[in-house]
């Protein structure tokens, strides 16, 4: 059944407004060569039980992780989620809580993010971190432009060409529109960005890396922050794995102004990819420059605790044409879930999970190398690493997926044409001592 609330005459008042004749008028740009004109070639009307019988059909068609040993990273990373955190997160009150604009009856949801920002703050060592955006890439993109509008007399970001190349691609489109352009640090033969290249550049606002970056390597962070500083610019760092920080350093540690990350391993189901959840961090000096929601605790009248929307820096807010961004919404399902995680496992519980991924993925390097892989690279990495693969692998790569419900490695040739024939690979805690010796034996 179709609902049209609008009457002709609501039609044509709207158009006499719009300066349109017709409907057809309104998609007069678009070109004809585009346009359907023959009808849309879609099957007779199904029953109820005949859709459900062919969407299950087209649902049996996807792989899922469950059930597969998942050896790639690459931003989406298979970790264990504890019973509660579903439980939890799929409760009427969060899963289907509004945007906190009204306070008095937002309490919970505001005092969730609040908890969640706090959180984020302590895990990367930063003053404030925003209320979560849509995912690491457009966080990312939302720290170039700050650097940019900060630095008037600049046009240019500097970003490491190690940073996920799906988060320079968001970059570069976020950056074209306005007129600003994305340049990039070449890496070096150890797989790690090129200080000297960095030094050279001029006329950028910031610089962005990413650490651990995508080859999986712990980038000198100092380093990047000491060539900042000398050039009166904003230091920028990205990550894609949270939970790296359970036993390296913090961002803010190193003097940071500015941290976006992936949080989909706080908790978050790989989903085919998404949704993820982005996070963004600064100093208080960057406060009112930060994109999205903040969340602040103050006094009610009666002197108890109660939560408001501090700064709201979206364009529907008073600041409309002067908004920092014109970011929409926020992930806030998925920070309340990040903020469960992370109150379910506590900060000796991330320390002993990032070891375990360190500690596997270092295990998963030696069984490799063992059976014939090739290590590329030297610096020290956290759960991800390169291999040169013996050749025909990827032959024998799609026979795992196939007959032992395996992924192995991800081809780097398409991001990185000079890899050819290299993987990167990735273990977490979910995988097993077995699954690895398994797959060594079957390369073998």
């Known amino acids: 059944m179709r609902y049209l609330p609008h009457t002709q005459e609501d039609i044509q008042k709207m158009l006499a407004v719009a300066g349109a004749g017709s409907l057809d008028d309104l998609f007069k740009t678009i070109p004809d060569a585009v346009k359907v004109k023959d009808g849309l070639n879609l099957p007779e009307p199904m029953s109820e039980w005949e859709l459900n019988d062919y969407m299950e059909k087209l649902a049996s068609e996807n792989i899922a992780c469950k059930g597969y040993t998942c050896l790639i990273g690459a931003g989406s990373y298979d970790h264990y989620i504890p019973a509660i955190i579903p439980y939890l997160v799929s409760r009427s009150e969060f899963a289907t809580a509004y945007t906190p604009y009204q306070p008095e009856v937002s309490q919970g949801t505001l005092q969730g993010i609040y908890e969640f920002q706090t959180m984020v703050t302590d895990l990367l060592g930063m003053d404030i971190a925003t209320a979560s955006h849509y995912d690491c890439g457009t966080a990312l993109a939302e720290c170039a432009l700050i650097a940019l509008r900060k630095n008037k007399k600049a046009d240019k970001i500097a970003v490491s060409d190690l ?68 050039k009166k610019i904003l230091f920028i760092t990205s990550f894609t794995e949270a939970l ?184 977490t805690e979910k995988v097993s001592k077995q699954q690895m010796d398994q797959l060594a034996k079957e390369v073998a």
């Open 244 to 427: 790296a920080w359970g036993i390296l350093k913090n961002p803010g540690s190193f003097g940071a102004d500015l941290v976006a990350g992936e949080g989909q391993s706080l908790g978050i189901a790989k989903t085919f990819g998404g949704p993820g959840l982005g996070l963004l961090a600064g100093t208080s000096k960057l406060m009112r420059d930060l994109p999205g929601r903040l969340v602040g605790r103050a006094k009610d009248s009666n002197g108890d605790d109660g939560y408001v929307l501090t700064l709201s820096t979206r364009e529907q807010h008073i600041r409309r044409e002067r908004a920092s961004s014109n970011i929409c919404s926020n992930n806030g399902l998925n920070a309340m879930t990040a903020a469960m995680y992370l109150s379910t496992i506590g900060k000796i519980g991330i320390r002993e999970i990032a070891q375990l991924n360190h500690d596997k993925a270092m295990y998963l390097k030696s069984a490799l190398a063992g059976a014939g892989f090739e290590p590329v690279f030297d610096p020290p990495f956290f759960n991800e690493f390169v291999m040169k693969a013996p050749r025909d692998f990827n032959r024998k790569r799609i026979d795992l997926i196939n007959r032992q419900c395996v992924f192995a490695g991800l081809d780097l040739a398409p991001y990185y044409p000079e890899l050819t024939d290299h993987y990167l690979f990735c273990a």
């Open 163 to 230: 940073v996920h190349p799906s988060h320079r691609e968001i970059i570069d489109t976020y950056l074209k529109p306005s007129g600003y352009e994305m340049v990039l640090i070449p890496h070096t033969k150890d797989g790690l960005t090129d200080m000297t290249a960095l030094e050279a550049m001029d006329g950028i606002a910031g610089v962005a890396v990413q650490s651990p970056n995508f080859f999986g390597h712990i980038e000198d962070l100092a380093a990047v922050k000491k060539v900042a500083d000398a």
